[in-house]
């Protein structure tokens, strides 16, 4: 069984394009990962629900917005909101992570200018710009500047700009 699986692995490529983001209000998002995270926007649709995909009963909608990175394969992040019926918003703003949360980490080039962008925008900060050492895969100091912050639903998100 498992030289079955190791086969399969070694003949299967899987690139993971897009990570989709539940938010509450679609146009809020896309100005933040527009304006302040730098992407663009490269779709835009309202598309009803087949019940087989995306949870949520055959004929709901759903609006998705996919803002896209300079990359054109990966760094996509799709933006979805239930619009009929809506979502009910969770009861309070996150803080801090847990299971089943994600973190997004990304490259910036200058962490200083986000961090004053993130502030001019209103958002929750986890921590401002601040220096970071650790262990690289192949073992060499990484040197970064890091700043942590929430995006307008919560959704934890680590920039680096590495030095």
Not at 79 to 93: G, N, R, S, V
């Amino acid at each position: 069984m498992r030289r079955d699986l190791t086969e399969w692995m070694r003949h299967m490529m899987n690139i993971f394009k897009r990570t989709t983001l539940v938010v509450r209000d679609v146009e809020r998002s896309r100005r933040f990962y527009e304006e302040i995270m730098g992407l663009s926007l490269w779709y835009d649709r309202e598309l009803p629900l087949s019940g087989q995909g995306v949870p949520g009963k055959p004929g709901d909608r759903v609006r998705l917005v996919i803002m896209k990175a300079e990359d054109p394969v990966i760094g996509m992040v799709g933006l979805m909101q239930y619009t009929d019926p809506p979502l009910p918003a969770p009861p309070e703003p996150r803080s801090g992570v847990g299971i089943g949360d994600i973190v997004f980490v990304v490259q910036t080039d200058d962490a200083d200018e986000l961090y004053r962008r993130l502030q001019a925008w209103g958002a929750v900060m986890h921590a401002p710009p601040h220096l970071m050492e650790l262990p690289g895969a192949d073992g060499d100091t990484v040197r970064m500047t890091s700043v942590t912050f929430y995006d307008p639903d919560g959704y934890f998100i680590e920039a680096n700009q590495r030095h």
